[in-house]
């Protein structure tokens, strides 16, 4: 499974911004896919993650009313769409896929569930 990542760049605070999430390959080996992020100095974290279904979805606290996962299974692709943006969302994203059998915060937002791997997408978010 290939991933590739668009829709970074420079946005100012309070502004809203959509990253997409293309999937290519053996897609049927997937059933979840999430974005995570490495703001610089610091860990790359879970942001959002859904099941390829959609109807399972987590965020993680800091971006819960901000930000939206969806997806697009016709054109294999996740989006995430983000608003009301601060500097602290400035970071790298990274989008990922993988196919686990387990439910809940936990799995859904731990990298190591996650097999493939997008090359990221960087944006900034100016005060």
């Known amino acids: 499974v290939q991933l590739q990542a668009f829709g970074g760049g420079l946005v100012q605070a309070g502004g809203s911004l959509r990253l997409s999430c293309a999937a290519a390959?053996?897609?049927?080996?997937?059933?979840?896919m999430g974005w995570f992020r490495q703001a610089p100095g610091k860990e790359r974290e879970f942001v959002a993650a859904?099941?390829?279904?959609?109807?399972?979805?987590y965020y993680v606290d800091s971006v819960k009313g901000r930000f939206t996962i969806s997806r697009d299974n016709a054109k294999n692709t996740v989006y995430l769409q983000m608003n009301s943006l601060t500097p602290e969302d400035t970071a790298v994203y990274y989008c990922a896929a993988g196919q686990v059998y387990c439910s809940g915060y936990g799995c859904y937002s731990a990298q190591n569930r996650y097999s493939y791997w997008g090359q990221g997408t960087e944006f900034t978010v100016s005060s």
């Open positions: 390959g053996s897609i049927f080996d997937i059933n979840r």
């Open positions: 859904t099941s390829w279904s959609g109807g399972i979805t």
